[in-house]
């Protein structure tokens, strides 16, 4: 369960303040994944989502594979449903579900940082785009390294009210990103199995339907 999950995580987060990282160890690791970010040409992963609307009992996954093409591309191409996507390019945003047709939407110079958007900017710069917005800490569990992002205006209810960005504190490949928003929606995206500077046709982002 989704907002379980991540409720037990803060609970945890703030029982142990031993596991937050010294102010200087995390503005390096900070640098250091932003530097990787920005050196990453291309990302290519297996993906999974898991929505948890407020009200609804049971959370919807889906899955499938997820692509960035650097500077400005992302698609996320589910196998379940079969055939749907959405992608960005540039300020771009189209939006393909099952039987219907393609939509696409030009995002404004203004649109809050949300979805995919954040997601570009995380793989593209590290974050740096919604940093003025959210109060971050980090702090280590396990194997991985944890990112806290908490809105510092909490009654912005077009930005989410928190984001964890977990991460392989090996190699600081994203795992998971947990965005929570006002009313008890949350989205959870999955990165499984990341493979960096592999170069990607395209075609892929020509005509993502086709793969």
């Known amino acids: 369960m989704v907002s379980v999950r991540a409720d037990f995580l803060l609970i945890l987060l703030l029982a142990f303040p031993a596991w937050s990282l010294a102010p200087a160890e995390q503005s390096a690791i900070e640098k250091a994944f932003q530097k990787k970010q920005e050196e990453t040409s291309t990302l290519q992963s297996g993906f999974r989502q898991t929505v948890r609307m407020a009200g609804v009992r049971d959370p919807v996954v889906s899955s499938g594979k997820f692509y960035y093409l650097a500077p400005q591309s992302i698609l996320i191409r589910f196998d379940q449903p079969k055939g749907e996507y959405m992608m960005m390019k540039g300020n771009d945003l189209f939006i393909k579900k099952t039987r219907k047709k393609e939509t696409r939407r030009k995002l404004k110079p203004d649109e809050p940082h949300t979805g ?96």
């Open 116 to 211: 995919l958007s954040m997601l570009l900017d995380l793989f593209r710069t590290g974050g740096r785009q919604f940093q003025d917005e959210f109060e971050l800490r980090m702090g280590t569990e396990a194997s991985d390294l944890l990112v806290t992002l908490t809105q510092k205006k909490s009654d912005d209810e077009l930005l989410p009210l928190r984001i964890e960005n977990r991460l392989s504190r090996a190699d600081l490949n994203l795992k998971s990103v947990l965005v929570q928003f006002e009313g008890g929606q949350a989205i959870l995206y999955e990165f499984i199995k990341p493979v960096r500077n592999k170069i990607i046709p395209p075609s892929t982002f020509e005509n993502p339907e086709s793969l």
